[in-house]
């Protein structure tokens, strides 16, 4: 945080001349973040130059809690906080929870913030592995680093009773309309999600009953339009599926299920 005063005035012109909608909230937030003002100057001409705030600041907020978001990581949205909230439902302490795909790791994070549980994280990509490590940190979260549940330790496989993955779910054709901040500066494996938007759901759907434990709870988020699709692949793979939404975040999440054994 600067020790000398410092006018926003300047600040919040130069965010809004660029196009930033909320000037005054991101000049306050910049300032405050930065060490000093040469700092300063330097994470506003990042921001002007169109780099997300999250990556300028170093953080995103995130159900509360300040998530350390690094440049080269997947920033979470608000309307994820959705899936969490859903995951909550049905998260007992002592549960065990898997984020894969986890990006900086704000899903597991969340739910570890509010339940006492056994918390393993993974990605594919070096950068988000790290960024992960430091934000499940305070709760002794395990991360690792590779594909999907490849990485996953197998004494986990039957185990996992909430099983947390924001796969990537736009459609290829759409990347191309998505706002600059997240086409431009955002790692595209975490936007891509193949020609309909379901790629790496089916590659999830096909080995998550194997890693569930029976009765446990699979959370994925999608679009409005892909959501019956989504629900009929977990479906496809032996999972019960039932889609809820939040109209206000306009969020949707499909939550898969594995039957209880008889």
């Known amino acids: 945080m600067l020790r000398v005063s410092v006018d926003l005035g300047p600040v919040v012109a130069r965010l809004r001349a660029s196009g930033c909608v909320f000037a005054e909230d991101e000049a306050e937030l910049i300032v405050e973040t930065a060490r000093d003002v040469r700092e300063l100057a330097a994470m506003v001409d990042r921001r002007v130059a169109g780099e997300p705030l999250e990556y300028v600041v170093g953080w995103a907020s995130f159900r509360g809690l300040r998530i350390a978001v690094d440049p080269g990581v997947f920033i979470p949205r608000r309307r994820t906080e959705f899936l969490v909230t859903e995951a909550l439902r049905v998260t007992v302490p002592g549960a065990v929870v898997v984020d894969l795909l986890c990006g900086s790791g704000a899903l597991g994070a969340a739910v570890a913030s509010e339940r006492a549980v056994s918390l393993y994280a993974a990605d594919i990509e070096p950068v988000a592995v790290r960024c992960a490590r430091r934000n499940l940190l305070p709760w002794q979260g395990t ?87 989504a629900a009929t692949v977990l479906r496809e793979h032996g999972l019960g599926a039932r889609i809820v939404s939040d109209k206000d975040l306009g969020a949707n999440v499909v939550i898969g299920r594995r039957q209880r054994t008889a």
């Open 143 to 229: 991360v690792y680093e590779g594909d999907l549940f490849a990485p996953v330790p197998e004494h986990l496989r039957g185990r996992i009773d909430v099983l947390l993955a924001n796969v990537p779910y736009v459609p290829t054709d759409e990347i191309r309309l998505l706002p600059p901040e997240a086409r431009l500066h955002e790692p595209r494996i975490t936007l891509d999600g193949g020609p309909d938007g379901l790629a790496t759901l089916r590659r999830l759907a096909a080995e998550a009953p194997a890693w569930l434990a029976p009765g446990g709870h699979l959370f994925v988020e999608t679009s409005d339009q892909q959501a019956p699709r």
